[in-house]
T-cell receptor
Framework: NAGVMQNPRHLVRRRGQEARLRCSPM?????VYWYRQLPEEGLKFMVY????????ESGMPKERFSAEFPKEGPSILRIQQVVRGDSAAYFC??????????????FGAGTRLSVL | DQQVKQNSPSLSVQEGRISILNCDYT??????FLWYKKYPAEGPTFLISISSIKDKNEDGRFTVFLNKSAKHLSLHIVPSQPGDSAVYFCAASGASYDKVIFGPGTSLSVIP
């Protein structure tokens, strides 16, 4: 009965490199959300996905950031050409189906990205 | 444009006393509210929620109160315990929303 699994827990990249963050939702969950937490700030919504579909990406920067949730495998948050300002904790959450049930999200432990 | 506000960044309470964490929201379309608790180096965990059709929901030591007219909710923890020391996030969503909007969090310290 594993929870939401995120890997890696810590990721160090140099400026200009790519960062790939992975999230496996809880078993039976088909909704995935990505959040970013900057130091001393709250959780900022980035993107909401269902299997093979991006439902809402209004919180995602227009450039360099992309997300997917394929039919098979984990959800991936990809950051191209990272900059120091991308350094943050990135959290993934999942929720089950259902209009009300989806309001309760289950979070992973996060990936801490450090850009040197 | 912060739709969910937690104006107290931090709060200190003596063990055994009541902790009251406050949250205000601006969007009248929100109809479901949640509190999450977060320990350092961990992800947030769901604590308690309330629907807008209610004004109170209780779960053990945790009670959430909702005042719709004031667009205000609060989380009461009584009695407070040292293990309650964490960051508490207030969050809101609506029937027409697919996403949950989080507040900036309040860091609670319960002093033994």
């Amino acid at each position: 009965n594993a929870g939401v699994m995120q890997n890696p827990r810590h990721l160090v990249r140099r400026r200009g490199q790519e960062a790939r963050l992975r999230c496996s939702p809880m078993k039976g969950h088909s909704h995935v959300y990505w959040y970013r937490q900057l130091p001393e700030e709250g959780l900022k919504f980035m993107v909401y996905l269902q299997k093979e579909n991006i439902i809402d990406e209004s919180g995602m920067p227009k450039e360099r950031f992309s997300a997917e949730f394929p039919k098979e495998g984990p959800s991936i948050l990809r950051i191209q050409q990272v900059v120091r300002g991308d350094s943050a904790a990135y959290f993934c959450a999942s929720s089950p189906t259902g209009a009300l049930a989806k309001n309760i999200q289950y979070f992973g432990a996060g990936t801490r990205l450090s850009v040197l | 444009d912060q739709q969910v506000k937690q104006n107290s960044p931090s709060l200190s309470v003596q063990e055994g006393r009541i902790s009251i964490l406050n949250c205000d929201y601006t969007n009248s379309m929100f109809d479901y509210f949640l509190w999450y608790k977060k320990y350092p180096a961990e992800g947030p965990t769901f604590l308690i929620s309330i629907s807008s059709i209610k004004d109170k929901n209780e779960d053990g030591r945790f009670t959430v109160f909702l005042n719709k007219s004031a667009k205000h909710l609060s989380l009461h923890i009584v009695p407070s315990q040292p293990g309650d020391s964490a960051v508490y996030f207030c969050a809101a969503s609506g029937a027409s929303y697919d996403k949950v909007i989080f507040g900036p969090g309040t860091s609670l310290s319960v002093i033994p």
